[in-house]
């Protein structure tokens, strides 16, 4: 069965860095495209940070320059580094892979940062 399992998240103040962790299992992964999305409490999930399977790249517009989002292909992995965390970058971060007619999700991992 399709399992996405991440990893990586913690209690950390503001300014300081993580790097999270997705391990897929079930599915062909070099050609799924993957994505990191967050949601915060009161709010809407939202995409923070996208790698499609050629490798190419796109970030929410509030994280440009502070995250960087990468596959290993051989791992079945991907990550999700992030730098010059904020408050509000708390949140439950969730990786899924999508293909046109498939869409798998992690169960997520809590990130807090503190003021």
């Known amino acids: 069965q399709v399992q996405l399992v991440e990893s990586g998240g913690g209690l950390v103040p503001a300014g300081g860095s993580l790097r999270l962790s997705c391990v897929a299992s079930g599915i062909i992964f070099s050609i799924n495209d993957m994505y990191w999305y967050r949601q915060a409490p009161g709010k809407q999930r939202e995409l923070v940070a996208g790698?499609?399977?050629?490798?190419?790249?796109n970030y929410a517009d509030s994280v440009k320059g502070r995250f960087t989002i990468s596959r290993d292909n051989a791992k079945n992995t991907v990550y999700l580094q992030m730098n010059s965390l904020k408050p509000e970058d708390t949140a439950v971060y969730s990786c899924?892979?999508?293909?046109?007619?498939?869409?798998?999700w992690g169960q997520g991992t809590q990130v807090t940062v503190s003021s």
């Open positions: 790698i499609i399977s050629g490798g190419r790249t």
């Open positions: 899924n892979a999508h293909r046109l007619y498939s869409d798998h």
